[in-house]
């Protein structure tokens, strides 16, 4: 195995067994050092960093083009369908491990971890990428930083000259890192005093005030920083746990020195500025505002807030009316008037700004106006005219959500106001962010990552709902009225065609269209855009377009969809519910694929609704779309279904998980309703498809039974289409035991069943059944008869309706099996590489799998190992990115595996071989199928005859009892061309 290190620090490189590896393009180096900091990574989240702008057809396509460049250089392993990770066995070296004994290393070793982790300039233009990369280079700076302080720590305590000068270079390493900490800089100043260096201990503290005063624009000269030289720490061990102490994430620093540095600025500048903060309900607007303004008052700065609400958005200049009362009644007076409310709105304006407008040599002021979304129209004209009035400079600051972002701007039409502006908007907290927030909150519980994850899942990062969650449970009733859902009040006051609008979509488990919405209310699609429009800024929902016109909405946050659950009574839910059901059957769907969705929305709303019956219904309907493209290798589907389905990941514990809710449901029917016939027709679907999984997974004799019996309940309700279906699965059965006999009896029954009922569909598949029972019977005409009728019944049907390209992949498919049982492998070889050609144009990777292992098999009888070795690595890479669980083993896995094993012996490779042939002869057991027996078979016999020298240890591996195999079973001889006729078959 390689030795592999990778630098982080500075320039991000890797090399192997000492020399730098080049990669062909910056991504594929990205993903490798991403993989080697993360050890594992889901496909998806590689996509969403690395091709974020890209649709998601794209970012894949990418990443199998990097992760082949990868591959090439690291071990690369699939811990599942979706997820990437480092083998356990590649040995990296990282400079990132030498964070964890910063405390002991020398200082040439410590000088690199110095540099930016991963220093590129071309990964800043990544938007996508960036989030990634800042939090990753946030937290190996704290580890440094961290590093530091206990070495320092460790310095003090020790005595001596030398002790203390460590203990300097630590903090002035510590202060070019955190360049505005006043703690860090204010605890090297007392370092070099204690040294006797008052010089550098000035030279350090007139830098920082300078520094500051610069950089953010805040005043600051050495009698501030003396309080710092000067300060007395007798208790070490106390100073020391509170800088080490990592950074509480809802304090916003960053975005606090940003808005502080901006106004500041702009005050000794002369020059008036407008600064924004915008953000979701609950995200922190009102404590960022106030820490703003504390940190301003304290500086000498006179602020006036003006807040506006959502209760008096209705009553003209209430929040400026408001604002001028709090400063006292001399207006009254002057103004000979009885209430400030009587004054016109010009006159308002007029007393604001000379109220928040500085003259030369006054203290400097500052008017914030908070949650600008709820402002009245006058209060809007008279904020506009102090925009405008340039007579004096005028400092504002205004918060309120992103959606009134675009009408602030348009109304005020600030692009033309010569002010300075300065936008911060204040973001949900990551998943990382959210666990320094618990530990900071909740330092006496212990929060492992799965609690935490928790938390993130049920808040979304948003501060408010933190708190709320993780306040104490002894709270009392005032506390606990204080922190009730913020969305409920704002709920409470729209109108009720709002509102209602609202619980339709709350009433469904994800997005909902527009038209959906139309039909439910009984409204013009134009009537629910308008209601869109009209709450828009309540900032409660989001719009995306659909690739059909359609347009959907979605809830900000989740707290809003359970605000609006909480409110609604029993009834008015039940309703929505059923009015739902109605709309989304009033035409009922075709048994099609990309329905699939809608027989899982009127599954959820049924069961919401209490009609168990109704949900059983659907959720079989939905079970049996999955089924059908997940657990079948040719899926019959049509092409536009087959669209919808390639996305998807084949999920077998969904298929397991959803059988037993569907068992469950059918006997709470039973014992509460008692049985009726649609009960009786869905579990008659219930225990073919049960039939179905269990051979699946290889319990073949527990499928044979249920299957029967499945077949005997559909054939007593006269049911073409379920009868049908059980006869497809028993099929389906009978070519994992490559059963002739029993495949010919079932297919044949299928044939004449979809012959007199006319279900064109399963006649094309019938046919194909009946062509592979006859491949299996060594009967090549009557074989070659029903394959040319399978291919012209599904060429008939896309006359007149959709493609079924992957039917015709079929047919295609065991055109070559019946020419390789003929031993003619040249006309197979290239029936298997029409279908790979065919599968590669759409995608269809699962049967894909089982053409190129048969390919390489055929071109391994035809001694072209090159090429051969060529469809193995493509069929890995194929295995490596879409199957997980045993749904492999109907991919190819049973023939590829055997080969595998083979080509790798021959290359000399004996460890990887074992591991194939082993996982090859694992499936061979637990599937019993003798065509997978006979190819592991000639594999193996393969071996011995064209390798002469194969180690002993790997002999008494591959064949624990010390015999090598010299009979074939019975089965599967018709997988061995020119040797079915023989009995014996030595190597």
Known sequence: MPCYQARFFGTPELFKDGSRVTFPFLKAKVLALMLIEEQNLSRDRVCGLLWGDKSLEVGRRNLSNALSCVRSVLPVVTGGRDELALSPEAEVCRDLDLLGSVDSLDWKQLLPLFEPFMDLAELEDWESFNEWLRVKRQHYHDLLMKGLKERAHRALARTGTKALSEAIDCYERMAEQEPYDEMIHGEWVRLLIKAGRKVDAVRAARSFARRIDEDLGINADLSEVSTLVSRKTTDAERAFARSLSRGNPLNRERELLLILDFLLGAEERGASSCGFVWGEEGIGKGAFIKETVSRLASGGWVCHVVRCSQEEKSRPMVPFVQMLQRMGAEYLQEEQVASLAE???????????????????????????????????????????????????????????????????????????????????????????????????????????????????????????????????????????????????????????????????????????????????????????????????????????????????????????????????????????????????????????????????????????????????????????????????????????????????????????????????????????????????????????????????????????????????????????????????????????????????????????????????????????LGIANILSARPERAERFLRMSTRIFEKLEETGPSYTVSLIAAEHFQGDLRLSCSDVSDALEYYKNCINMGESLGLYRGLGLSLSKAAYCLMLLENFDEADGFLTRMRTLQNFFCNYRGSDLQGNGIGLSLMGLMDALKGNWEGSLEHFTQAEQLVERTRRPSWAAILWWARTELLKREPRIPGDFVALLFPQGKIPQELSSGGEWMLPGLKNEKNLRG
Request: glycine share 4%.
């Open 343 to 769: 004054l016109s709105y010009s006159r308002v304006a007029e007393l604001v700004f000379n109220q928040v407008a500085g003259d030369a040599g006054e203290s400097p002021r500052l008017l914030v106006v908070e949650n600008i979304q709820w402002m009245d129209e006058v209060s809007w004209v008279i904020l506009d005219s102090l925009l405008w009035n340039q007579s004096a400079p005028c400092h504002l600051l205004v918060s309120g959500y992103e959606e009134a972002r675009q009408l602030f701007m348009l109304r005020t039409a600030l692009r033309e106001e010569p002010l300075e502006t300065c936008e911060v908007v204040l973001e949900r907290f990551s998943q990382e962010e959210t666990a320094r927030i618990c530990r900071h909150l909740r330092p006496d519980q212990v929060w492992t990552e799965q609690s935490v994850l928790e938390v993130y899942l049920q808040t979304e990062g948003n501060p408010f709902f933190i708190r709320e969650l993780l306040l104490p449970s002894d709270r009392t009733q005032q506390e606990a009225d204080l922190f009730k859902n913020p969305f409920a009040a704002r709920i409470g006051l729209l109108s009720q065609e709002e509102r209602l609008f609202l619980e339709v979509i709350a009433v469904f488990p994800g997005p909902v269209s527009m038209l959906q919405i139309a039909e439910i209310l009984g409204f013009s699609p134009l009537k629910v855009a308008t209601l869109y429009d009209d709450i828009k800024l309540q900032a409660f929902l989001r719009e995306k377009e659909e690739e059909d016109g359609d347009v959907s909405y979605y809830f900000t946050h989740l707290k809003i969809r359970e605000a609006l659950l909480e409110g609604l009574s029993s009834s008015r839910k039940n309703a929505l519910h059923r009015r739902s059901i109605e709309v989304l059957s009033q035409t009922p769907p075709l048994p099609l694929y990309r329905n699939r969705g809608t027989f899982a929305r009127l599954a959820w709303h049924c069961r919401e609704a209490g009609l168990p019956e109704e949900e059983l219904r659907w959720k079989i309907g939905e079970l049996k779309l999955h089924f059908q493209a997940a657990h079948e290798v040719f899926p019959p589907l049509t092409d536009p279904d087959l669209v919808q389905y390639l996305p998807t990941a084949e999920d077998l514990s969904w298929t397991e998980r959803t059988l037993d809710e569907t068992q469950k449901l059918i006997a709470r029917i039973d014992r509460f309703r008692g049985r009726t016939m649609e009960t009786f027709r869905c579990e008659t679907d219930w225990e073919i498809l049960k039939g179905g999984y269990l051979w699946w997974n290889g319990d073949y004799a527990d499928s044979l039974h249920l299957l029967k019996e499945g077949l005997r309940k559909a054939m007593r309700l006269r049911n073409a289409e379920s009868i049908a279906e059980a006869y497809g699965q028993l099929c389906y059965l009978a070519i994992q035991n490559d059963n002739a006999r029993l495949l010919s009896l079932w297919g044949e029954a299928l044939f004449r069943l979809a012959r007199e009922r006319h279900l064109h569909r399963w006649l094309g598949t019938s046919a194909r059944f």
